[in-house]
């Protein structure tokens, strides 16, 4: 069958950029956590910032300044299409650039009409390209998975101060958080594990030096590090895809060039959703 191509009039391209917004908010559930949006304001301006997703620099200062003003739009938590990137989340980020949707401000949820008033700023006039840009991309996961990496390092932390509390409740012993013993395990995270307990008993007056401790106790650096290993392993996927452009098409304007690829795929994003399950 022949295949017919149409192409949308220059006067319409406007339009368009409004109603792919529009059509794709249809997220429902409950709203997510406000610092959790603060967070995907944030990664979505650095992504745009980085100059190939073809957006006006008022776009991506109207990002900023929701997030230095804390204007968090009403997102909800369910509603993502998964392999073409966080678009409904992400639409629902956006509505409030062009004057719709809502936001929490000040703990009051108000209309994006209203937001244009209280700060008295205009909508955003979206154009070529632009609705493309700000629906496609993963900020929506990206800002769940680095909360999810800090409170793991925070958790972590936590735990081997409780780690080295419960060691001298009990009297136990310090051999076996010291360097050397770590050093032949050749595992990061053991060794770094080991090294965080050492300092924090070093202090203490009540370890013994002539008892064998449970392994509960004993294994603490190989167990928490490899812990540690996984939390940095995740990070540095996290750190990568956070400075990465993630929407389509791409644009390079020095090359004059635009490439419809893949980037707002996800297959990496569901190993990692695996790995905070």
Request: glycine share 8%; charged share 20%.
């Given at each position: 069958f022949p295949v017919t191509i149409s192409k949308i009039p220059a006067s319409q391209l406007k339009e368009l950029?409004?109603?792919?917004?529009?059509?794709?908010?249809?997220?429902?559930?409950?709203?997510i956590?406000?610092?959790?949006?603060?967070?995907?304001?944030?990664?979505?301006?650095?992504?745009?910032?980085?100059?190939?997703?073809?957006?006006?620099?008022?776009?991506?200062?109207?990002?900023?300044?929701?997030?230095n003003h804390n204007i968090l739009p009403v997102i909800y938590e369910q509603g993502s299409l998964g392999a073409s990137g966080d678009l409904a989340p992400l639409a629902h980020l956006t509505l409030p650039l062009i004057g719709?949707?809502?936001v929490l401000v000040n703990d009051e949820v108000i209309s994006g009409n209203c937001l244009q008033e209280l700060f008295h700023i205009e909508p955003i006039v979206l154009h070529a390209k632009e609705g493309l840009a700000l629906l496609?991309?993963?900020?929506?996961?990206?800002?769940?998975?680095?909360?999810?990496?800090?409170?793991?390092?925070?958790?972590?932390?936590?735990g081997l101060d409780i780690a080295a509390l419960s060691l001298e409740a009990f009297d136990g012993k310090k051999s076996p958080f010291q360097a050397n013993v770590n050093e032949l395990r050749k595992q990061q995270g053991q060794i770094d594990v080991a090294a965080k307990m050492w300092s924090n008993l070093s202090n203490t007056e009540r370890i013994k030096p002539?008892?064998?401790?449970?392994?509960?106790f004993r294994c603490i650096p190989q167990v928490?590090?490899?812990?540690?290993?996984a939390i940095r392993y995740a990070k540095s996927i996290f750190e990568r895809e956070l400075n990465?452009?993630?929407?389509?098409?791409?644009?390079?304007?020095?090359?004059?060039?635009?490439?419809?690829a893949g980037n707002f795929q996800i297959g990496r994003a569901s190993c990692r959703e695996r790995v905070f399950r």
């Open positions: 950029q409004l109603n792919l917004i529009r059509s794709h908010a249809c997220g429902i559930g409950s709203p956590d406000p610092k959790l949006v603060k967070r995907m304001l944030l990664l979505k301006a650095i992504a745009l910032a980085k100059g190939y997703s073809g957006v006006q620099v008022a776009t991506v200062e109207r990002l900023l300044f929701f997030y719709e949707g809502e496609n991309g993963t900020q929506f996961m990206q800002a769940f998975a680095t909360f999810a990496v800090s409170q793991a390092e925070r958790l972590l932390g936590k002539y008892v064998q401790d449970p392994y509960s928490h590090g490899a812990s540690l290993d990465a452009v993630t929407d389509n098409p791409t644009l390079f304007p020095e090359e004059d060039d635009m490439v419809s």
